[in-house]
Each structure stands twice: as structure tokens, then as C-alpha cells.
């Protein structure tokens, strides 16, 4: 158990450093409610009311990232007696045991609550055995701090085990974000948590709106196995990709133990009359937007992502990965107990695990009791107006897409509203049938030859182009950039065969960028949230065209008027989605030097390369890294390079037993003949493969023993 420590720092700025666990009196107080309730946690001195004119503070925090386990040992008799439930250390998560990665021990993890204008300032100590970490703060845009965006490979080295790195920024976009683990799945496996910069109430002008300001509600989809061990099943085997349930503030009911006993869930209380700002934030994971409704309650949707919008009341909302909603509920209903109501959509809805769960609101002066009515999947339909909804367009009756929102405050000489684009960039991405030898080696187990459909795994790619990481950050080693490692250099038709590059969108600092978002729907109705690293941006337009669509269709759309651009007052976001079969338009000002991370926010599509790089401005536009910033990068024996063996890696990249990567497509290459490389050979050798030597009919196993035989001699004399 830790305690609040305070220090005062030289600036006069009050610096603390908390782990976050209730304490045991607090768990102790804990009533025993039939449902629980979170017992009150150490407030770090920072989450406080912001004053106009007072002075800003530095905000200190620990992350301890660690292995850790659901339902743990901490955990004593939950859920039998519900009180053990809120024990430090205790993560019920929704009762069922399996391995997660926490940060101080806690899911979600600490959460971050400060000033506009406050400095942040996070130890993060990975205390993993084996793996690297780094987090990212999502809805951050790191003016002045790029090097702490927290993308491995793009911003910085990832954070090594038994290391810390220091993150350093200014807060200085208010709202509500998060901050969650760019590295791998991460996220899935427990590592994210809110993060809310609030500003004083005269300058907030959704102030007469609400009462109180103390409901964050962090969603999310919910495995009950390692994220890792999911994708592995799913892209080496015939294992699936939906998620098994949902999370409310770390929080679910999915387990039920003897006698009906359930791990508690996420309350909320409210006095009737009074008027309550919700910060919703969706923390996902796979391909599961969910959608929340209130029984008996509508809300008034007054931002997203941080930014401020007109006021919209609706009856459900759906958020996708990566989003922000803030709302405001009026607590006019009779005094009682009220389901919340989340609803997993696509991957996660009826047609595969009906991944659901439900919080409490929960009216001073009512009892204990849960309502009435049992809710299910399939009695929480969501009627009536729905904000954001799953694959639709503007113009409907029931439902309100993004770009049919609007900016709080017209926005008065905003570039990106007033002035014709620098830049127009078209970016259509579906899933293809390709044989990606990540998962597919050509020849062995190709695409078409594997003959279970379960698992046959389609690729994601942005423009038939696969993201490939360096062994370096963009950013912070730059120099070590070479020319071949870009998609410009691939001389091949990439809508037929795989292709793999470091994609770098290079935009001149100041440009404005429009950006078509093209979903072209053909493989299967999907959805992606992307996210833009760096810069927000306002969406100025959504719509679905129809089950499919391309590139060329939305052109000519364009050519037509037939696409209405909201060039009035578009709201500013950071995360969208787009209708499958349609698509969204974004304008971004790219006044933010740096490389940033443009990517689907679903976790399995950006690992297996769904993302692409803008780099705005030039290298001499952007700041040096920090004083003795860590390096990263392949060692060849003499140092730092950006590839190990460069010869080798190139000619490899041409050898047909291994597979077309496409940096060089010279197929009479004599040194081709040269290579001898493990791949090749060792299938031939033993000759004992049915399968390769049935299809590679130029290798027999016959032949390959002969050869191998005679280079075994030749080596010996
Ligand atoms: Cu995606």
C-alpha cells in the first residue's frame, strides 16, 4: 500500500508522485452493496478545479508496467464477499482468471486528471521479464515534445525490460483522451487509462450545461485469453478474432459463480435534479464498436475527442477504438436504479459472441437492489436516435453521422475550412486475398492452397501498400533512413502481389491536406476508427455509397457535386470511422513538424500493417531529440546500421524460394544463384514434404538431396 507523496518543487508547483490503490480503509468502507461500489481512491493532487489565473503545476506519476493476473490471490474471497473485490491489488475484471498487463496494478490503469497548461511528467518502469513497452497519449499532440508520442519505431526506441523512459509534455489540449500502450497488444491485455485536461469554467462554454464533473467511463472489448495468443491462433490457425465480452471501467459480470455470486459492476451516482458531464472514452481493441444506451435517459452529446460541438441529444451513441464522447445526463428520472446498457457491434455482435455489458446508474435514495428487468443482448435495442452509427451516411432519419455535427464555435479564418486543399490524398484500403508471407509463404501454405477457409487470413492494406517498421524510430534516428526502405522504390503491381515498405507521406510544413478515407467493402462489411498521430482534424464529410465502392467511383462523384463537403463549421476530431462500401473526408492543418503515425485503430489490423507515415515539414523543420535519447537499430559489428547485412537482405528479397518482398524485381540477377539461405533449402533436404515438393516441381527432393550432397563435398575438399 502505498501513500500520496508530495514534494515542492523549485517552480513552486506542488509535484507528487501516487500509485493509485484505494487505500484499506477506503476498501474497508466499501459497503456490501448486492453490487459493490468503488471505494474512494487517493486523489493526486492535480485532479483538482481549474482557476483562471492560477498557476499551472507539474503533475508527477509512476507506471509500473507489470505481468499480472485477474482474480488474483489480492482478490481473498471475491465475489462471495464483495468488499474483497475492492482490495488493493485486486483486478475482478468480470471474474474469469487469465494473464493481463497492468500499470500500478490496476484496470483500467491510473488516471491522469489535470489543468490545461499543467506539465505531465510520467516514469514509465517496465517491469515486464521479456517485453518491450511505451505509451502513447491519445488526443496529445506533442507540439514542441514529438519524441514523447510514444510510437516505438516512429517517435522513440521501445522501452526496454528492466528500463524507464520519461515522458515530458505540456497539456495542452484540453478534453477528454487516454493514454494507452503502443506496443503490440498491449492495450487489449489491460494497459490504458483515462486521461482528462480540464480548463477553468470561465473558459469552458459548455459550462451551464452541467452540475458535476466526475463521471469518466472508459469501454472496451474483452478477451479471456492474451491478445497475443489470440492473434497468433488467428493468423497462424483457424482461431477467431471476436472478442468475448466488454469491460466498463475495467469492470463486467460475465463469470457466474456458485449461487449466482458476479464480480461487481461500474455504478455511477447521481442526486435526481442535478446534471451530470460523462467522459466516455473507448479504450478498444478488435473490431467491436459499441453502442450505449441509458434506460429511461437520453444524453446531450457536447464533444468528441476533446473538442467542443453543438449540443446533440440522441438515445444511443456508438464509439469505435480509439474515440471520445462527452455527454451530459440529466438526472430527471424517478429515483431508482437504471441499466447502462453497451452492445458490441460487428465482430462483437449477434452473429458472433453478443459481447455485452451493463453499468449502474445509480440515484441517491434508491436501494440496493438491481433493476428489475434482466438485461440481454437481445432485449437492449437501441432505438430511436442514434449518434455516430455503425456504417451509415448523412441524411437519415435516425441516425446523425460525425460530419453532420458541428464545431461548438463557428470557426472563424480556420484554413482548413476557407482555403482550397495544398494537397488532395486518396487512401482506399480493403482486405485482399494475397499471399502475405507473414502469414501465407507461397508455395507452403499460400493463400488459395490452404483449403480450411478458417484459415485463410485476409491482409488489410492502405493503397496495396503493407506498413513495415524499421529497427529504428523515424523521428529521433532520421539519418538512418535510407531510400529503399520506401514504397516508391517497389516496381511491381502491388494489387497482385504482396507488398511491404516504410510508407512516408511527405507533406510540406504548413500544407492543408485533404484526405479521402475510402472504404472500398468489397471482401466483407467491416469498419475501421483511424486515428491521426499529431494533428487533429475536421471532418468534413461521411457517407456509405453502397456495398462497394472505388476509388475512381468517389472521384467521379466529386466531379459530379455529388459529394457535400460541411465547409461551414465540420467538428475537429482526431479519430474516425468510415462507412464500409464509402467514405470520410478529413482536413488536416500540417503545421506539426515531426513523423506521426496514421493507422486503424483496430490492434490486429495495425500490427499487421494497416498504417501509414506522414512526415510534415523537413528534417531541419523538426526539433533534435532530447539530450541522450536512446538509440535503437541492428549492430553489425561495427555499430548503429539501419539493416543487418545489407547484401544479404536485398538478395533475399529476390530469391523465388523465399518470397518477392519487391524492393528489386531483377529475376536474372546472377548473384540470386549464390544465395544458400536456410529458407531455401531446409524443406528439400530432408525431401520428406509432400506438400512443397508436389508444388515446387523444379526442386524435387530427388534433385535436392543430389545437390545438397555434391555442395557437402565440394565444401569438404
Ligand atoms: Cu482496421
Redesign the pocket.
Known amino acids: 500500500m502505498m501513500s500520496a507523496a508530495s514534494v515542492q518543487c523549485a517552480t513552486t508547483a506542488i509535484v507528487a508522485v501516487l500509485f493509485f490503490v484505494p487505500s484499506p480503509a477506503a476498501a474497508a468502507a466499501a459497503s456490501a452493496e448486492l453490487y459493490g461500489s468503488e471505494p474512494a481512491v487517493d486523489v493526486h493532487p492535480c485532479q483538482r478545479e481549474c482557476r483562471s489565473g492560477e498557476p499551472a503545476k507539474t503533475c508527477e506519476y509512476r507506471f509500473k508496467v507489470e505481468w499480472y493476473y485477474t482474480m488474483s490471490k489480492a482478490c481473498y474471497d471475491c465475489p462471495y464477499n464483495l468488499t474483497d473485490c475492492f482490495r488493493p491489488d485486486c483486478v475482478p475484471a468480470d471474474g474469469v482468471q487469465k494473464p493481463i498487463i497492468v500499470v500500478n496494478r490496476s484496470l483500467p490503469g491510473p488516471s491522469i486528471q489535470v489543468c490545461l497548461g499543467d506539465t505531465v511528467l510520467v516514469d514509465v518502469e517496465n517491469a515486464m521479464m521479456e517485453e518491450s513497452t511505451s505509451i502513447h497519449w491519445h488526443g496529445h499532440h506533442q507540439r514542441n515534445s514529438p519524441y514523447m508520442d510514444g510510437v516505438p519505431y516512429v517517435t522513440q526506441c521501445p522501452v526496454p525490460p528492466h528500463s524507464s523512459f520519461r515522458y515530458v509534455y505540456l497539456a495542452d489540449n484540453e478534453g477528454t483522451h487516454f493514454w494507452h500502450s503502443h506496443s503490440g497488444c498491449q492495450r487489449g491485455d489491460g494497459v490504458f487509462g483515462s486521461f482528462i485536461v480540464r480548463v477553468p469554467k470561465d473558459r469552458d462554454i459548455h459550462r451551464d450545461m452541467y452540475d458535476e464533473d466526475l463521471h469518466v467511463l472508459t469501454v472496451t472489448d474483452w478477451l479471456h485469453q492474451l491478445g497475443i495468443r489470440k492473434f497468433l491462433a488467428h493468423y497462424h490457425g483457424s482461431g477467431d478474432n471476436k472478442p468475448e465480452t466488454l469491460l466498463i471501467n475495467g469492470r463486467g459480470r460475465y463469470k457466474v459463480f456458485k449461487d449466482g455470486f458476479h464480480t461487481p459492476l461500474t455504478q455511477f451516482h447521481v442526486t435526481r435534479g442535478k446534471r451530470y458531464r460523462f467522459r466516455l472514452i473507448n479504450a478498444g481493441f478488435l ?1 467491436c464498436p459499441i453502442s450505449m444506451s441509458i434506460d429511461n435517459h437520453t444524453f446531450t452529446m457536447i464533444a468528441t475527442d476533446g473538442y467542443n460541438i453543438q449540443p446533440v441529444v440522441v438515445d444511443s451513441l456508438v464509439s469505435y477504438a480509439g474515440e471520445r464522447w462527452d455527454f451530459v445526463l440529466e438526472a430527471t428520472a424517478d429515483i431508482g436504479n437504471y441499466w447502462m446498457r453497451f452492445k458490441g457491434l460487428m465482430d462483437c455482435d449477434e452473429r458472433f459472441t453478443k459481447a455485452f455489458e451493463v453499468a449502474i446508474l445509480h440515484y441517491d435514495g434508491a436501494d440496493n437492489k438491481k433493476p428489475e428487468n434482466i438485461p440481454t443482448y437481445d432485449n437492449s435495442i437501441h432505438t430511436g436516435i442514434q449518434l455516430n452509427a455503425l456504417n451509415k451516411g448523412s441524411g437519415l432519419m435516425d441516425s446523425a453521422t460525425v460530419s453532420e455535427l458541428e464545431d461548438a464555435i463557428p470557426p472563424i479564418n480556420d484554413l482548413r475550412l476557407e482555403k482550397k486543399p495544398d494537397m488532395t490524398l486518396f487512401m482506399s484500403y480493403d482486405f485482399y486475398s494475397l499471399d502475405n508471407p507473414h502469414f501465407h509463404k507461397p508455395m507452403l501454405y499460400g493463400f488459395k492452397q490452404v483449403t480450411h477457409k478458417a484459415e485463410r487470413v485476409y491482409t ?1 492494406q492502405i493503397n496495396n501498400m503493407t506498413f513495415k517498421f524499421q529497427s529504428f524510430p523515424l523521428l529521433s534516428q532520421k539519418e538512418m533512413i535510407q531510400p529503399w526502405m520506401s514504397c516508391e522504390h517497389i516496381k511491381k503491381d502491388c494489387s497482385k502481389e504482396f507488398c511491404e515498405c516504410t510508407n512516408i507521406i511527405k507533406v510540406p510544413l504548413g500544407s492543408i491536406v485533404e484526405l479521402f478515407l475510402i472504404d472500398k467493402g468489397v471482401t466483407y462489411n ?1 469498419n ?1 476508427p483511424f486515428h491521426l498521430h499529431g494533428h487533429p482534424f475536421r471532418v468534413i464529410a461521411m457517407e456509405r455509397v453502397g456495398n462497394h465502392t472505388s476509388v475512381e467511383e468517389i472521384e467521379q462523384m466529386d466531379r459530379d457535386g455529388r459529394i457535400v463537403r460541411n465547409l461551414r463549421s465540420a467538428p475537429l476530431k482526431d479519430t474516425v470511422t468510415v462507412p464500409d462500401g464509402g467514405f470520410t473526408i478529413l482536413r488536416f492543418l500540417a503545421d506539426n513538424p515531426g513523423y506521426w503515425l496514421f493507422h ?1 485503430h ?1 490492434e490486429f ?1 495495425v500490427e499487421v500493417g ?1 498504417a501509414t507515415v506522414f512526415k510534415i515539414g523537413e528534417d531541419w523543420d523538426m526539433l533534435p531529440p532530447p539530450p541522450g535519447f536512446p538509440k535503437c537499430g541492428n549492430y553489425n559489428g561495427k555499430g548503429l546500421v539501419s539493416f543487418l547485412y545489407p547484401e544479404d537482405i536485398e538478395l533475399q528479397y529476390k530469391n523465388p524460394n523465399v518470397y518477392h518482398y519487391g524492393f528489386i524485381d531483377n529475376k536474372n540477377d546472377s548473384r540470386i544463384n549464390m544465395i544458400t539461405t536456410l529458407d531455401k533449402w531446409w524443406p528439400f533436404v530432408g525431401g520428406a514434404h509432400p506438400y512443397v515438393s508436389s508444388i515446387a516441381n523444379t526442386n524435387t527432393p530427388y534433385f535436392s538431396i543430389v545437390l545438397c550432397v555434391l555442395i557437402s563435398v565440394l565444401l569438404i575438399y
Open positions: 473490431n488489410p467491416a475501421h486503424c483496430i489490423h494497416m
